[in-house]
């Protein structure tokens, strides 16, 4: 788990304490994308299979958890943009193995739920991956512009918009699941309409 480091413990964790944990990020994620930075501990607690003590225990107060779910969530997308860009041969799959991967993370749905209320601009421990982060996914942009894949006026606020966009949940009471199988098929036409044979714009 990205942030075990990040919880400062002096010894490695146990299986268990580390299973937790992810249950608890993953948690935490899911219900703060859906329902904001203030939704209920418990609900998190209660969706991630564990008790509320096991929570308040890892995560003495909600600032603590935010950052711990801010700092996964730029953690795991810098490791996916690093993964694509040095796996993948070809430029263009390298940038759209990070898309898919990121709607997956449902990175840049839960970081702009944390705007505002986690600095992730100035925070010491935050600023530094998602600098990174930025930068690996712009070398990604960058190789697909230079392989001639990705049209040049496509630029890094394009795709991370889009992704923002996608990955948010849709309103209405149709199941979780659907809702990212839609967001999938929309990230798919979107990567479609990204490799373009003739320059785009006009």
Known sequence: MQVEEAQGAARPMRADAKRNLAQILTAARDVITERGPDAPLDEIARRAGVGSGTLYRRFPDRDSLLRAVALDALTATLAAARAAGEQERDPFDALARYLREALDLRVSAILPSLLGVVDLANDPELSPPRSEAADAIKRLIAAAHDAGSLPKDVAFIDIVTFLV?????????????????LARRHLELFIRGLRADAPSGS
């Not at 009471?173 to 199988?181: A, D, G, L, M, S």
């Open 165 to 181: 966009r996608v990955s948010r949940p849709l309103p209405g009471p149709q199941p979780p699941e659907w809702k990212h199988e």
